[in-house]
């Protein structure tokens, strides 16, 4: 299955899925096909053994420029509701497994949503990130309102919303849009080389980390101890928790299964 795509390109090495935008002559512009694409690539990652962590990126000058203006300009409101892409975005971040984005270029309006649905961010210098919607008589739709106004607070999310001016990688960086910026050439290089530092981690512990993490973006804080907690408690009846303490018990290097 894994190579029967058209807008994608996937591989898997060293543990590590990747997932890249390939629709380069358009600037990786989303048409609907592609989201459900990258989502089946996806949900394939998230169940195969081999993979532990996914790396998201896109061909050519850029990450991705935003959905495609072609597909979406005749479009009514009933055909939206009707064709019901949301369903197909919003299982992006039902993904368990760690998601790294390695962008660069333009990372734009439905562009800049799939980035931010992505767990981690990394950016090559130069990088510009923008919710363009309000210059085409729209606005974000794939969670843009929600994701940025989290990371950045209301009033500096406003600004790049309304305006719909493009954002600085350092802007981004500045208010944890992002994880950190690269220089072009060693984007993948290093993007990669973070994605094996935690392919080598328990993989039980980085999903259930990953799940309590997001709780506590939606959650009040006593719901989401609580909700950590029992992540926590689930850990001791994993065979990674009794193999990494007692390497730590024995000095040695521990070996993760996953199980
Ligand atoms: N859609 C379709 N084609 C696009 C595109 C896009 N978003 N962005 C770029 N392209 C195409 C250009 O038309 C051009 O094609 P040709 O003319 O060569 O055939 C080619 O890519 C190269 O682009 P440019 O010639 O424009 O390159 P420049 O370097 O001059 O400019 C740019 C780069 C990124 C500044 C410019 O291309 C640009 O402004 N692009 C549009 C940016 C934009 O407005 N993006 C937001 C689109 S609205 C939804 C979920 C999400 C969304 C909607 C619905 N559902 C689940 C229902 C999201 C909406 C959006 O993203």
Known sequence: MMNDFSFIAVSVENQIGWIELNRPKVLNAINRPMVSEIVSAMEAFDRDDEVRVIVLSGRGR???????????????????????????????SLIKKPVIGAVHGFALGGGFELALSCDMLFAAEGTEFGFPEV???????????????????????LEWLWTGERM??????????INRIIAPELLMEETMKFARKLAAKPP???????????KAVDYPLHEGMQFERKNFYLL????????GMKAFIEKRNPKFKGK
Do not use: C
């Open 168 to 177: 600085p990688a350092k802007e981004a960086l500045h208010y944890g849009v």
């Open 236 to 243: 001791f009846s994993s065979e990674d928790q009794k193999e």
């Open 204 to 214: 039980l512990s980085l999903r259930l980390i990953k799940e309590a993490a997001n």
């Open 135 to 157: 210059n085409i008589g729209v606005m974000p739709g794939a969670g843009g309102t929600q994701r940025l106004t989290k990371l950045m607070g209301k009033t500096k999310a």
């Open 62 to 92: 850029a990450f991705a420029a935003g959905a495609d203006i072609n597909e979406m300009a005749d479009a009514g409101t009933v055909d939206m509701e009707l064709i019901n892409q949301f369903a197909e975005w919003d299982k992006i």
